[in-house]
T-cell receptor
C-alpha cells in the first residue's frame, strides 16, 4: 500500500492568486494523478504526472492554469494559477505503482475555497 | 473506457447485506470492473476489481454476470461506517496505451446504512 500526504489540507485564497498543493508518497511510485472534485460532484482527472516527463493533461485542463511538477518518484505538486471562485474544489492526489491493474491510492485531498 | 450506470442512492439496514448494482453494457473484453468508495471528507478507497470471475476479499464480493454487462458489489454485513458513495468504474487492461491508469468516475451510488 501507499500512504499519501497532501499539503495543505485546506486553504482560503484570494482570487487572482495561486496556490501550490504538495503530494508526498511514502514509497516510490511510477504514476501520479491529480483530480478535482467540485462541490457535490464526482472526481475529474486533471492530469497524469510521471517522473521524467511532462504531465499529460485531460481535455479541459491546461498547463498554464494547472502547472504540475514531478521531480522524483515520491513527490509532486499541482499549482492552481490565477484563481477564481470557480476553482473552489477539493484537489486530490492519487498514485499507482505501475503494475498491471492494481489499486489506486488517494490522498485526503486539499479543500480550496477562492473568495 | 466503457460507461457505467448506477442507482443514485440506496439504503441498507445495519448488519444486512448491501447489494450495489452496476450496469456496464458496453464493456470491452479487455476492460476490468473496479469498485471504489468515498466516505465523506476522505479520498476514494479501493474495494475490489475483477475481469470476468467473481472475486472476494476482506471487504466485499464482486459478482460479474456471464456476459459481463453488469455486476454487483456485495458488502456482506453492512455497518454504519460503510455509508459512502460507491463508484463502479471500468478500466482498460494493463500497462501501456494512453488510457492506462485513468479512472473515470461517474456519479456513483450513495449508500446509507441505517441502524
Amino acid at each position: 500500500s501507499a500512504v499519501i500526504s497532501q499539503k495543505p489540507s485546506r486553504d482560503i485564497c484570494q482570487r487572482g492568486t495561486s496556490l501550490t498543493i504538495q503530494c508526498q508518497v511514502d514509497s516510490q511510485v511510477t504514476m501520479m494523478f491529480w483530480y478535482r472534485q467540485q462541490p457535490g460532484q464526482s472526481l475529474t482527472l486533471i492530469a497524469t504526472a510521471n517522473q521524467g516527463s511532462e504531465a499529460t493533461y485531460e481535455s479541459g485542463f491546461v498547463i498554464d492554469k494547472f502547472p504540475i511538477s514531478r521531480p522524483n518518484l515520491t513527490f509532486s505538486t499541482l499549482t492552481v494559477s490565477n484563481m477564481s471562485p470557480e476553482d473552489s474544489s477539493i484537489y486530490l492526489c492519487s498514485v499507482e505503482d505501475g503494475d498491471w491493474n492494481t489499486e489506486a491510492f488517494f490522498g485526503q485531498g486539499t479543500r480550496l475555497t477562492v473568495v | 473506457d466503457a460507461k457505467t450506470t448506477q442507482p443514485t442512492s440506496m439504503d441498507c439496514a445495519e448488519g444486512r447485506a448491501a447489494n450495489l448494482p452496476c450496469n456496464h453494457s458496453t464493456i470491452s473484453g479487455n476492460e476490468y470492473v473496479y469498485w471504489y468508495r468515498q466516505i465523506h471528507s476522505q479520498g476514494p478507497q479501493y474495494i475490489i476489481h475483477g475481469l470476468k470471475n467473481n472475486e472476494t476479499n476482506e471487504m466485499a464480493s464482486l459478482i460479474i454476470t456471464e456476459d459481463r454487462k453488469s455486476s454487483t458489489l456485495i458488502l456482506p454485513h453492512a455497518t454504519l461506517r460503510d455509508t459512502a458513495v460507491y463508484y463502479c468504474i471500468v478500466r482498460v487492461e494493463g500497462a501501456g496505451g494512453t488510457s492506462y491508469g485513468k479512472l473515470t468516475f461517474g456519479q456513483g451510488t450513495i449508500l446509507t446504512v441505517h441502524p
